[in-house]
């Protein structure tokens, strides 16, 4: 059995690869946390482009995305980012909960699982 670990820390990695399936770490964003949910959204989306880059995937091969808010007054600004970035003709499952995140300037993260 093989397991292919990306950006691996003492704490977590970023992506496992098994059998062919790439589970992302929960993605935030990193720069743009004074901004409003459109925009750390559009910044989580483009840190999932570069993930799926390295690991040699795309977005069209996206199987389920895991989406949490910290307030659903965002629902709206988060699903026009996604809609600008989403491959509508190989759209994922998707679920969107709120949730309180690890750091409350944090309006969104996005868990994925993705086919290599």
């Known amino acids: ?62 199987l389920n995305a895991q989406v949490f808010l910290a307030d659903m007054q965002d629902y709206a600004q988060f699903n026009q980012a996604w809609d600008e970035w989403v491959d509508v003709e190989n759209p994922p499952s998707r679920a969107t909960v709120e949730a309180k995140l690890a750091i409350s300037a944090w309006k969104v993260e996005i868990v994925i699982t993705a086919a290599v």
């Open 1 to 62: 059995m093989t397991i292919q670990r990306i950006r691996p820390s003492s704490r977590f990695c970023e992506v496992s690869i098994h059998n062919g399936v790439a589970y992302f770490a929960g993605q935030v964003p990193e720069t743009t946390v004074e901004k409003n949910a459109y925009e750390q959204t559009k910044e989580v989306l483009s840190l999932i482009d570069q993930l799926l880059v390295e690991i040699g995937s795309h977005k069209s091969h996206i």
